[in-house]
């Protein structure tokens, strides 16, 4: 029985309020060393601390909802292959294998033991998205896992603080970029040691032996809370259901939502079978999307760790695209993955409609973009590049406030500066700014979309491998809400082109995107005029817009 005097209470908050800042630092110092853009740029990583059983206590502020949650439970698999008492000070553990880590395999997920007096006493854990990882690049072209990249598993990147020379080999001949390849690894690895370090000087200050006591007091309160939030909610089943544009033919997500006195069910019986390109969702990334999504309506403010997520649980038929067997193709799991949030919301609204949003873009927009002879051949007139650039479309409106606008959720994510990739590519952003009409109308609207060109330098031929969803499918409004406007992908001549897979973009030509609005919420005739004329007057509604949809203006 854990002491529960009030000055014992004071210090377990204090010493979490001081386990958050160790994460955060973490996560920080990788964002700060990383060699790829997508990690220092765009913050697409997670890092977080765990006890000796795998169970994530505490996770950064900084990372996206997919990591995070799958990372939660790759730790146990890099214990079932390493026990703790296996391990040594100075070791990192690594894999990318997207059954075991985060779903695909332009992640790597690093794992890190800490010691103090020569004991192990917890668990450092980070992932993050690198550039390129060797076979078909990040698209949906892949028919396996075999032919999308590096297949790591898990395995030893140092030994007792020594580099495993034989992995770096492997690593540097398996990619496109090995300089940022292996300088991520050293990032990842850094970020765990520093992590540990600050771990170790909490213990000591507190003179805590184990940090088990506090891990049960965490568990125990955000169970706590979990499941008196749970039962605020009306008992029943909720169902609802999202298309997606899909690679081969349109996909369906349908998910039947069930609350019950101490934990929430979610069965996705329904949902299409699995596809024959990298669309396809591992499973864990299917849970760590939909835990999201019910704790971001049901219990927003609990912390995220494993006691707070355990009372979710999820049922994925087999041969559904949501679990995805080994070695289907999973590289851009994301694409249907990030829908899953606006289908839990979906659900809920029939529980809580005061508490959940209009549907999003959710899926991100971000081109992998390739040049030179890997493209062209030997009439290249570029160096070989590889690049991803991330951006978002608008949010879904929200019950009191309009949706965000060029924002990604649920990823989390930042939009990449455009100055960031033209340093490390020979690209042109000539175009990136807020797209107008975009926004689904409503009491609340929706956020808007983007509109994109990009280019060369030179004006040379590139090439997209495009991963790009709400198109054929645009985000839904809510409670009488428009939709926003579907997303669109071409060239700046007007040429369209398909919304996946692997396409050049001829010389002098570029490739211009319209990126999805999100959902309005509410009749738009309830908006207020004020915020009509405000969004005329920055061009972001046309006046015919709001004078047919709105009918204030004019």
Request: proline letters at 6%; hydrophobic letters at 40%.
């Amino acid at each position: 029985m854990q002491d529960a005097s009030p000055l014992s209470t004071i210090q377990r908050q204090i010493q979490w309020n001081r386990l958050i800042a160790v994460v955060e630092e973490q996560a920080q110092i990788m964002i700060r060393t990383a060699f790829s853009t997508t990690v220092r740029e765009a913050g697409d990583l997670s890092a977080g601390v765990f006890d000796l059983r795998g169970r994530m206590l505490a996770q950064a502020v900084t990372g996206t909802p997919g990591h995070v949650n799958s990372m939660m439970e790759s730790v146990g698999h890099f214990l079932a292959k390493f026990p703790a008492e296996t391990m040594r000070a100075g070791d990192h553990y690594i894999t990318n294998d997207p059954w075991l880590g985060t779903g695909h395999l332009h992640d790597l997920t690093v794992v890190t033991p800490a010691f103090r007096g020569g004991r192990i006493v917890a668990l450092l854990a980070n992932t993050a998205h690198v550039i390129d990882v060797g076979g078909l690049g990040m698209g949906p072209e892949g028919r396996s896992v075999f032919e999308e990249g590096l297949y790591i598993p898990i395995v030893k990147c140092f030994d007792a603080g020594r580099p495993n020379e034989t992995f770096f080999d492997f690593l540097r001949a398996g990619t496109r970029t090995p300089v940022e390849l292996e300088g991520d690894v050293y990032s990842l690895c850094a970020c765990n040691d520093a992590a540990a370090r600050r771990l170790v000087q909490m213990m000591d200050e507190f003179a805590m032996e184990s940090i088990d006591p506090l891990a049960e007091y965490i568990f125990d309160s955000s169970l706590k809370a979990t499941l008196a939030e749970i039962t605020r909610l009306p008992r029943g089943t909720y169902t609802a259901e999202i298309r997606s544009d899909g690679y081969e033919a349109p996909v369906t997500l349908r998910a039947a939502l069930t609350v019950h006195a101490d934990h929430i069910a979610v069965d996705y019986a329904g949902t299409s079978g699995l596809s024959n390109r990298g669309i396809n969702v591992p499973p864990a990334y299917c849970r760590a999307y939909t835990c999201f999504g019910i704790k971001c309506v049901v219990a927003p403010e609990i912390p995220n760790n494993w006691a707070s997520l355990a009372p979710f649980r999820v049922f994925i038929p087999e041969g559904c695209i949501l679990n995805a067997p080994r070695p289907w193709p999973v590289s851009v799991r994301h694409v249907v993955g990030q829908l899953l949030p606006d289908l839990m919301m979906g659900c809920l609204h029939g529980a809580v409609p005061d508490r959940v949003n209009a549907e999003g873009s959710s899926a991100l927009w971000n081109p992998p973009l390739r040049g030179g002879a890997q493209v062209s051949g030997a009439a290249a007139d570029l160096p070989d590049f590889e690049v991803i650039t991330f951006n978002s479309g608008g949010t879904g409106a929200r019950p009191m406030k309009d949706g965000l606008d060029g924002t990604a959720f649920p990823s989390g994510v930042r939009t990449m500066p455009v100055e960031a990739t033209e340093n490390v590519a020979p690209v042109i952003f000539w175009r990136k700014e807020l797209r107008p009409d975009s926004a689904g109308a409503g009491r609340t609207r929706g956020g808007f979309g983007q509109v994109m060109e990009i280019g060369t330098k030179g004006e040379a031929e590139f090439a997209v491998n495009a991963i790009f969803d709400r198109v054929a499918n645009a985000p839904k409004g809510r409670d009488g809400g428009g939709d926003g406007a579907a997303g669109w992908v071409g060239l700046d001549d007007g040429t369209r082109l398909r919304t996946k897979g692997f396409q050049v973009v001829p010389k002098g030509r570029r490739l211009r995107l319209l990126l999805p609005g999100g959902g309005g919420m509410g009749d738009p005739r309830g908006r207020e005029r004020a915020k009509v004329e405000r969004d005329v007057a920055d061009e972001l509604v046309s006046g015919e817009r709001a004078r047919e949809v709105y009918g204030v203006y004019g």
